[in-house]
């Protein structure tokens, strides 16, 4: 990159920079247009044409990285696995995580969540609360876009036994039913958006 001194008088005020991305943007708005109505009337079927997804009518495979829904991990016995440091609250950049905690029946655990709940309405999605558990008790890996629940805010708070409940359904059901069923439910708000699904 050119420093500011060696810069001509028109590339230091960006018009000629702008000039060009322009014509690169709207060139190539034209030829994806042309080429796909082209092949709307089966012309140049051998050139690959844009593509886009039509969501959420279609789907693209997410990679295993991607970072939807939270969810709580269960022990074999069906136990929370938090043990409520609070690393992922500290973590967290927007504040969103509130966790209380208390002293378990069992002398052997010191303490666990008595409440654990997510401001889905603050959270950024970052994964840093998942990246700090040291014990892998929050996770991401529901496949699934965040939940959207009806107008009313407080329903966007997640607590401990929604969070849990997702691990279940995961570990029952497969991630492929669960999500048909989610975009099931998406599909019904959307017909009618004022009724509590």
């Given amino acids: 990159m050119k420093r500011r001194e060696e810069m001509t008088f028109l590339e230091s005020i960006y018009v000629v920079e702008a000039a060009k991305g322009t014509v690169i943007t709207f060139g190539r ?33 997410y990679p295993a990285r991607y970072r939807g829904r939270h969810r709580l991990t269960l022990k074999d016995n069906g136990d929370i696995k938090c043990t409520s440091c609070f690393l992922c609250a500290t973590a967290c950049p927007a504040r969103c995580i509130y966790i209380e905690s208390a002293e ?3 002398a052997s655990i010191e303490k ?29 890996d529901t496949g699934i876009h965040p939940e959207v629940y009806p ?8 607590d401990k ?5 997702r691990s279940r359904e995961l570990e029952d059901k497969g991630a492929a039913v669960v999500y048909e069923e989610h975009m099931a439910k998406m599909r019904r708000i959307e017909a009618n958006p004022y009724t509590d699904v």
């Fill in 29 to 61: 708005l034209l030829r994806n247009l042309a080429l796909h109505t082209a092949q709307l009337f089966g012309l140049a079927k051998h050139i690959p044409a844009s593509a886009s997804i039509q969501y959420p009518n279609e789907r693209r495979e």
């Fill in 104 to 106: 378990h029946s069992d």
């Fill in 112 to 140: 666990f969540p008595l409440r654990y709940e997510i401001d889905t309405l603050l959270c950024i999605y970052c994964g840093y609360c998942v990246e700090a558990c040291p014990v892998d008790a929050i996770r991401m």
């Fill in 151 to 158: 107008p009313d805010p407080r329903r966007f708070i997640e």
């Fill in 161 to 165: 036994e929604t969070l849990m409940q």
